[in-house]
Each structure stands twice: as structure tokens, then as C-alpha cells.
């Protein structure tokens, strides 16, 4: 069953570090792109950070410097670091998996982990 399955969430204060993973079904890790994304309240839904199957990574703007994606192949496994947290960052993250990086270019989504970071 193709499935995404993220962990790692919870609530931290402001400079501080979480590591998220998101564990992937076979077909789904083969995907060209792998990403995170994050939705906070009242806001749209925006593109974190990507690693594609080469190992290229983009980021956004916003995180660029403090968080760090990761694929581990032998876990089917994508890992985003998050160290240097802002109230900001204050948002449900969920992982995809598609053909490119933006919401248009991912097929799979996982239910989403709720990082929290207080000032």
C-alpha cells in the first residue's frame, strides 16, 4: 500500500532543534522528489524543502541555513532537520512525493506531524 508516514513533530521554544522523518512504501521512495511542506493557521500551504533522487536539494527562502533535508535509502526514509526555530515555523509539516517540488508536482501526501515553537 503506498503510504507516507510522518514522525517527529512536537512543541519546542524558539532556537531550538527537530528532526521529522517520514517513512515511505517502496514505489513511493522511488519517487523523483521527496519534500516537506508546512501549512500554518490561516495561511496556504507552502514548500519547505525538497531532495530529488540525484540529491539535489532546494529550500525555501525562509528556511534556507537552518533546516536540512536528507534521504536515508536504506529506510526509504526523508529527514528534514529543523535547528534554529522561529515562532514562525509554527505549523502542521507533511511530507510528499512526486515528480517536482511545488503542490502541483507531488502525487503522494502524508497525514502531516504539528511542530509548535514558542518565543
Known amino acids: 500500500q503506498a503510504q507516507l508516514v510522518e514522525s517527529g513533530g512536537g512543541s519546542v521554544q524558539a532556537g531550538g532543534s527537530l528532526r521529522l522523518s517520514c517513512a515511505a512504501s517502496v514505489v513511493i521512495y522511488s519517487s523523483s522528489c521527496l519534500a516537506w511542506f508546512r501549512q500554518a493557521p490561516g495561511r496556504e500551504r507552502e514548500v519547505v524543502a525538497a531532495i530529488y533522487r540525484n540529491g539535489v536539494t532546494e529550500y525555501a527562502n525562509s528556511v534556507k541555513g537552518r533546516f536540512t533535508i536528507s534521504r536515508d535509502n536504506a529506510k526509504n526514509t526523508v529527514v528534514l532537520q529543523m535547528n534554529s526555530l522561529k515562532p514562525e515555523d509554527t505549523a502542521m509539516y507533511y511530507c510528499?512525493?512526486?515528480?517536482?517540488?511545488?503542490?502541483?508536482?507531488?502525487?503522494?501526501w502524508g497525514k502531516g506531524t504539528l511542530v509548535t515553537v514558542s518565543s
Open positions: 510528499a512525493a512526486g515528480r517536482y517540488w511545488s503542490e502541483r508536482g507531488m502525487d503522494y
